[in-house]
């Protein structure tokens, strides 16, 4: 299998480390960022396949997060986390093309099973 590139950001540090070790397991390769701006300067120098993001964190958004993700690499998947999941909110990013939104408390399961279908768009290249 090849190596996919992974990023998670989440304020919640803990939230990010399950995340890793969870999905480190499955053979990705994870980084994991506690907000949007160092996450984003991450994604300017290495390329990743999928970003799990949280949509509600200071400074960069989530929704920024995936609009500047897709502006500079339109390929990558980007799936929205957020405690604070209303409607307007899953329209918009639907609009920006996320690839799923999850409300919390969020199952890793579901989040893993995300990214698999997000990246078969990947192995199919």
């Not at 399950?18 to 480190?24: D, I, K, N, R, V």
């Not at 989530?62 to 999941?85: N, S």
């Not at 209303?86 to 989040?111: G, S």
Request: hydrophobic content about 45%.
């Amino acid at each position: 299998m090849s190596q996919f590139n992974i990023m998670v950001i989440d304020d919640e540090k803990i939230v990010g480390r399950m995340a890793q070790l969870s999905l480190e397991k499955e053979g990705y390769h994870v980084e994991i960022f506690t907000d949007g701006e160092s996450a984003l300067k991450r994604f300017k120098e290495k390329f990743f396949h999928v970003v799990v993001t949280d949509f509600k964190m200071k400074g960069i958004d989530g929704l920024e997060v995936l609009r500047t993700v897709k502006r500079l690499h339109p390929e990558t998947a980007v799936i929205m986390i957020t405690a604070f999941a209303n409607l307007d909110v899953a329209v918009e990013a639907l609009r920006d093309d996320v690839h799923d939104f999850f409300p919390k408390p969020v199952k890793i399961k579901e989040v893993k099973a995300s990214i698999e279908r997000a990246l078969e768009n990947f192995k199919k290249s």
